[in-house]
């Protein structure tokens, strides 16, 4: 029974064990220097199923495995062993008799349950760190699978696995690995096995205790039947995984080398870190485990926040709130329904107008505007001006623009009265969005994702600088940043005052001085000091590219704007305004397109 292993026979017979429960997982057996453990772990993203065996492995070196495989008459313990880790790891997704969704955590839906909730509580008990978090969740899933697994086989080959990490161990378990034992011996072992591994327990009462409250707590007592029922109930995951690792990180004060049969990282045991982590956050780049991975996946963020916010649940623990909120305004202007398409070649497009006259807002569309010429109305005041007519000719031109305004300045409003309602639907969700997701303001964060949207599919987004300009009790700046350095700005937009509606003149002027460049702002009322700031206002204005989005009643600072010759686009329901602003920055810059042929 010390006979060297011969890899290539046990992954065959690993895979056909594996193809028998009817699982997709390919199986790789790969021999390893530097380990005196077995480890395994299966992915599952694509279900692979990776053992790392050491050189010279052999659990029958021990007296007390020996003895056990001797007296239950285990030909050969080593495959013994390898055979009932392989349920394992198929367990965490689907063994062959299984009902759906009898798999922990199965998908990414349940790895994102069962993580925040333990996640959350390490955070509460101010011992959080990513490798803790990622092996308390798993331990706390290898519980629960094991139960289930047990019904495929009696777990003889597991129960030597567990007492080999204790001999490892200098003969005595950590206390979070004796909790760990103790709770699986609870739920599925035989007298055999349970006097198998309590020669590595300590027996000291704070391990007890925690073992005691989980049982008790979770409610791990009754017939196995009852017990899979309650386990495996999804609906109850975030109260059963909060209700173990409440308990079980009490016992995080002290490292667990041991390792764990394998929940999708390779089984790696847990090490205190020199300093706990008071964020609680996760970060996909430094994540071992792919299903984890997954679940921090961007794409997956964005529908996640999505889905919680329609679902009433919070943000999870492990990410920040400002990403959170990022991630969900991305994916709701990717879904407003005007498109802002990059042009396409051979469009028909109006060029060389024959004559000029003045500019009426009632009639005539934002993007007929000719930027860079005045007229003067009927009363002598300055105004924009609009062709009478025009010559049509088919422009060829490149999908990619190449001559635009490459600075974006936006001015919002975050005064008190931006927290109400967009409309008579009420301020709408909270639970994501703190200011409501009907509010005005979050249609004005929307306009600020969707024109960043309508930038990037007319190719010019990654080009651009952007700058921020927020004005409520105080006015502040972010100043200009480049695409890639955006998130000081986005931040800025998730940290409203909410306080008075005043304009300091002086950060307007010096942070919107650029001749030519875009600029946009978004209002819905009146500015208390705006007969103070309009000069400097209209001086700042007066050679760029500039738009007013009025929500609500005209002010006197729309009548002033208006008299100047500006665009003021009026909104009365503020969910309108995403959809106005990205179909006019698409007219705007396909436009500037026409001057590339």
């Known amino acids: 029974m010390t006979e060297n292993l011969n890899h290539r026979d046990?992954?065959?017979?690993?895979?056909?064990?594996?193809?028998?429960?009817?699982?997709?997982?390919?199986?790789?057996?790969?021999?390893?220097?530097?380990?005196?453990?077995?480890?395994?772990?299966?992915?599952?993203?694509?279900?692979?199923?990776?053992?790392?065996?050491?050189?010279?492995?052999?659990?029958?070196?021990?007296?007390?495995?020996?003895?056990?495989?001797?007296?239950?008459?285990?030909?050969?313990?080593?495959?013994?062993?390898?055979?009932?880790?392989?349920?394992?790891?198929?367990?965490?997704?689907?063994?062959?008799?299984?009902?759906?969704?009898?798999?922990?955590?199965?998908?990414?839906?349940?790895?994102?349950?069962?993580?925040?909730a333990v996640a959350a509580v390490m955070l509460q008990a101010g011992r959080f760190s990513r490798g803790g978090a990622i092996y308390l969740e798993n331990?706390?899933?290898?519980?629960?699978?094991?139960?289930?697994?047990?019904?495929?086989?009696?777990?003889?080959?597991?129960?030597?696995?567990?007492?080999e990490q204790g001999e490892i161990n200098e003969q005595q378990f950590s206390p979070l690995y004796e909790a760990f034992v103790k709770l699986n011996q609870h739920l599925w072992g035989t007298?055999?096995?349970?006097?198998?591994?309590?020669?590595?327990?300590?027996?000291?009462?704070?391990?007890?205790?925690?073992?005691?409250?989980?049982?008790?707590?979770v409610g791990l007592d009754g017939d196995k039947k009852q017990l899979l029922s309650k386990l495996f109930d999804k609906t109850q995951w975030k109260d059963i995984f909060t209700t173990f690792a409440r308990h079980l990180v009490t016992l995080m004060d002290q490292s667990a080398p041991e390792y764990l049969p394998g929940s999708g990282c390779g089984g790696k045991g847990y090490e205190v870190p020199e300093k706990f982590?008071?964020?609680?956050?996760?970060?996909s780049d430094d994540c071992n485990d792919p299903l984890a991975k997954r679940v921090l996946d961007k794409g997956n963020l964005k529908k996640m926040m999505q889905r919680r916010n329609r679902e009433g649940m919070k943000v999870p623990t492990f990410i920040e709130n400002w990403q959170a909120l990022d991630y969900f305004y991305q994916a709701e202007a990717a879904e407003i329904i005007i498109r802002a398409d990059a042009p396409q070649k051979g469009q028909r497009m109006p060029i060389a107008p024959i004559q000029a006259r003045s500019f009426d807002p009632d009639k005539d569309p934002l993007e007929s505007i000719l930027f860079g010429r005045i007229l003067l109305d009927a009363n002598g005041k300055p105004c924009f001006a609009v062709p009478q007519s025009y010559v049509e000719h088919e422009a060829r031109y490149k999908k990619s623009i190449t001559s635009y305004p490459d600075l974006v300045i936006a001015v919002l409003d975050t005064s008190g009265s931006m927290a109400e309602a967009a409309n008579s639907k009420g301020v709408g969700r909270t639970n994501i969005v703190p200011w409501g997701d009907n509010s005005k303001y979050h249609y004005a964060l929307l306009t600020n994702y969707g024109v960043e949207k309508a930038l990037h599919k007319l190719g010019v987004a990654l080009k651009m600088r952007y700058n921020l300009i927020t004005f409520s009790s105080t006015t502040e700046a972010t100043g200009e940043k480049t695409y890639d350095n955006r998130a000081a700005l986005k931040r800025k937009l998730f940290e409203p005052s909410f306080g008075g509606t005043s304009l300091d003149a002086a950060v307007l002027a010096k942070n919107a001085s650029q001749a030519g460049s875009?600029?946009?702002?978004?209002?819905?009322?009146?500015?208390?000091?705006?007969?103070?700031?309009?000069?400097?206002?209209k001086n700042a204005i007066a050679d760029k590219f500039y738009v007013h989005f009025q929500i609500g009643k005209d002010t006197s600072t729309t009548a002033d704007l208006e008299s100047w010759g500006a665009a003021v686009v009026r909104i009365s329901d503020a969910s309108d305004l995403p959809r106005r602003a990205i179909d006019i920055t698409k007219k705007f810059y396909t436009k500037c397109a026409g001057d590339v042929r």
């Open 191 to 217: 007298p055999r096995q349970k006097n198998l591994v309590r020669h590595y327990y300590t027996d000291k009462t704070e391990i007890d205790d925690v073992v005691n409250a989980c049982v008790r707590e």
């Open 518 to 537: 875009v600029l946009m702002t978004i209002s819905d009322g009146e500015i208390s000091n705006w007969h103070k700031v309009k000069d400097t206002f």
């Open 10 to 116: 046990l992954e065959a017979h690993l895979q056909k064990l594996v193809q028998a429960q009817c699982s997709p997982s390919k199986v790789s057996v790969i021999p390893m220097a530097g380990s005196s453990s077995i480890s395994a772990g299966i992915n599952l993203t694509d279900f692979r199923i990776e053992y790392k065996i050491p050189e010279g492995w052999n659990p029958m070196q021990y007296e007390r495995i020996r003895n056990f495989a001797d007296r239950l008459k285990i030909t050969d313990p080593k495959r013994k062993i390898c055979s009932d880790v392989a349920f394992h790891e198929v367990g965490h997704h689907r063994l062959k008799n299984d009902a759906d969704g009898l798999g922990v955590p199965e998908d990414v839906a349940g790895k994102e349950i069962t993580l925040d």
């Open 139 to 163: 331990a706390i899933s290898d519980i629960i699978n094991n139960l289930n697994c047990s019904q495929y086989t009696k777990f003889n080959g597991l129960s030597m696995f567990l007492a």
């Open 277 to 283: 982590d008071p964020k609680g956050k996760f970060d």
